[in-house]
Structures are given as structure tokens and as C-alpha cells.
């Protein structure tokens, strides 16, 4: 069965750097987004993107924060300078059109020192 | 603004007995509905979703919830646990916003199950 995957699992790095995290969508998916799950806290929605473009970005999606998807096949969140409070599990989904369900994939845990 | 739910923040069940997952949603039109879970270090997988249609609906593992409007509820039930069951549960509504939706998801319940 298809999946959505996430690289890597776990990035750990210090303050202020750059991080890019990467997903590979489901590969007939046109939908595209991210979410993040602050540890002990519920999932929050953090951008769409449709068309090469963004549909939607949440408050939290400031000026720190671009997604891409530079081929085909991948979705890249990337935070230019990150933060401390940016530690968190990454989701990505996708989905095959505006309204089916989205797929997440297993995550990726950032952790920033 | 939509938001959801969860009042159980935890919840301990004995395997074998019955399951309900409580989840209040609000939101001005007719919601999509959605239950994930997700077990330690995992990402997020759908149980069961509501569109439209029969209000009581099937999902994976045993899983059913049923959605009553006049409660603005969407609980999760399962007649009979077991020790896999064991995860932390998540509700979630579909926001419609620009051409697609948003999930917002409730706080979560995290389910321990006794052997």
C-alpha cells in the first residue's frame, strides 16, 4: 500500500541553523501539507500547498518557515533559522484531491538545542 | 473559530471491556469527522472518518463512532479492547479554507489498557 514517507526520523540541531525536512508524498497526490506536534500537545496545522503554490498557512507558518516541492516527488518544509521552540514532530500528508481524507506520515522529530 | 474536544485526557481500560473515546466538535456546517491514532513513536493513522451519509461508521481495528449533530459529538467506541489497542487517539474536523481542508485536532486521549 502507498505510503507518505518522511526523511529523517530525527534531526537534531542548534539554534539559529537551518533545517529542511522532506517528505515524498503518496505519488498521484496533488495536496500537500504540514503539521506539527509540539511534545505532549495536540497537532497543529501549519500550511497547505496546491499547485506549487500555498492554499493556507497557520499563524505559526511565519516568515521562519518556506515549503517547496523541487521535483516531482518531494515536499520540503524548510526553517531558516530555527528556534527552540521550533523542537517538535513534523507531519507531512497528502492527499489525492481537496476533500479525501489526508495521509500522514510517520514524522519527523526535531529537536533543537 | 472550529475547534475539538477531547475532555478524557486519559483514560485506563481492562482488556476485554468496552471502549468509548469521547469528542465534541464545533463547527457551523455539516463537519467531516475524523479519528487517528498513534501509538508510541508513531505517525498518525486513520481509524474512521465521516463524510456524510449513515451516521454510524466502521473503521479499522474493530473501531466505530457515531456522529449525532444534536450533541455536536463524534464518539469512538469498541465493544472489546485489546492490549494493542494501547495508543494515544486523536478527533479531528475538516476545515474547508482556500480550495482544501485543515484538520484541527482535539487535544487527545491517550488509552491504557490493564491485562
Known amino acids: 500500500e502507498p505510503e507518505v514517507t518522511q526523511t529523517p526520523s530525527h534531526q537534531v540541531t542548534q539554534m539559529g541553523q537551518e533545517v529542511i525536512l522532506r517528505c515524498v508524498p503518496i505519488?498521484?497526490?496533488?495536496?500537500f501539507y504540514w503539521y506539527r506536534q509540539i511534545l505532549g500537545q495536540k497537532v497543529e496545522f501549519l500550511v497547505s500547498?496546491?499547485?506549487?503554490?500555498?492554499?493556507?498557512k497557520s499563524e505559526i507558518f511565519d516568515d521562519q518557515f518556506s515549503v517547496e516541492r523541487p521535483d516531482g516527488s518531494n515536499f520540503t518544509l524548510k526553517i531558516r533559522s530555527t528556534k527552540l521552540e521550533d523542537s517538535a514532530m513534523y507531519f507531512c500528508?497528502?492527499?489525492?484531491?481537496?476533500?479525501?481524507?489526508?495521509?500522514f506520515g510517520p514524522g519527523t522529530r526535531l529537536t533543537v538545542l | 473559530a472550529q475547534s475539538v474536544t477531547q475532555p478524557d485526557i486519559h483514560i485506563t481500560v481492562s482488556e476485554g471491556a468496552s471502549l468509548e473515546l469521547r469528542c465534541n466538535y464545533s463547527?457551523?456546517?455539516?463537519?467531516?469527522l475524523f479519528w487517528y491514532v498513534q501509538s508510541p513513536g508513531q505517525g498518525l493513522q486513520l481509524l474512521l472518518k465521516?463524510?456524510?451519509?449513515?451516521?454510524l461508521v466502521q473503521g479499522i481495528k474493530g473501531f466505530e463512532a457515531e456522529f449525532k449533530r444534536s450533541q455536536s459529538s463524534f464518539n469512538l467506541r469498541k465493544p472489546s479492547v485489546h492490549w494493542s489497542d494501547a495508543a494515544e487517539y486523536f478527533c479531528?474536523?475538516?476545515?474547508?479554507?482556500?480550495?482544501?481542508?485543515?484538520?484541527?485536532f482535539g487535544t487527545g486521549t491517550r488509552l491504557k489498557v490493564l491485562a
Open positions: 500528508a497528502s492527499t489525492p484531491d481537496a476533500i479525501s481524507e489526508q495521509f
Open positions: 505519488s498521484n497526490h496533488l495536496y
Open positions: 500547498f496546491y499547485n506549487n503554490e500555498i492554499s493556507e
Open positions: 463547527y457551523g456546517a455539516t463537519p467531516y
Open positions: 465521516y463524510f456524510s451519509g449513515d451516521t
Open positions: 479531528a474536523v475538516g476545515e474547508m479554507t482556500s480550495g482544501t481542508y485543515k484538520y484541527i
